[in-house]
Nanobody
């Protein structure tokens, strides 16, 4: 139904920037929320940021607030993650996901049903 392909990963020095892209194909308009996740070796998968279509609502993990920005270009069916001031602890495999939004717990939440394969980000000190 939906295919997601990430790109833009690579190796950078601490303090540098990268912009990740997630291209959606198939029937992405059936989804109304998207997000970025990351997983480093030996660690659990962590939600980085997500965005809810319609109101422009975004959420960020505390670890990336002020440094990362999630955005989307609906015309291109593409999700982005702008990553600035990168730190070695940001090193991980980054994956994008898409799903359907629900309101509970006083906020929007995304039920993720589609996942990309991921793109590696490596930050050296």
């Amino acid at each position: 139904q939906v295919q997601l392909v990430e790109s833009g990963g690579g190796s950078v020095q601490a303090g540098g920037s990268l912009r990740l892209s997630c291209a959606a194909s198939g029937y992405p308009y059936l989804n109304d929320c998207m997000g970025w996740f990351r997983q480093a070796p030996g660690k659990e998968r962590e939600g980085v940021a997500d965005i809810y279509i319609g109101g422009g609502t975004t959420y960020y993990a505390d670890s990336v607030k002020g440094r990362f920005t999630i955005s989307q270009d609906n015309a291109k069916n593409t999700l982005y993650l702008q990553m600035n001031s990168l730190k070695p602890e940001d090193t991980a495999m980054y994956s994008c996901a898409a799903g359907r939004k629900r309101w509970y717990g006083g906020r929007w939440n995304c039920d993720y049903g589609y996942w990309g394969q991921g793109t590696q980000v490596t930050v050296s000190s």
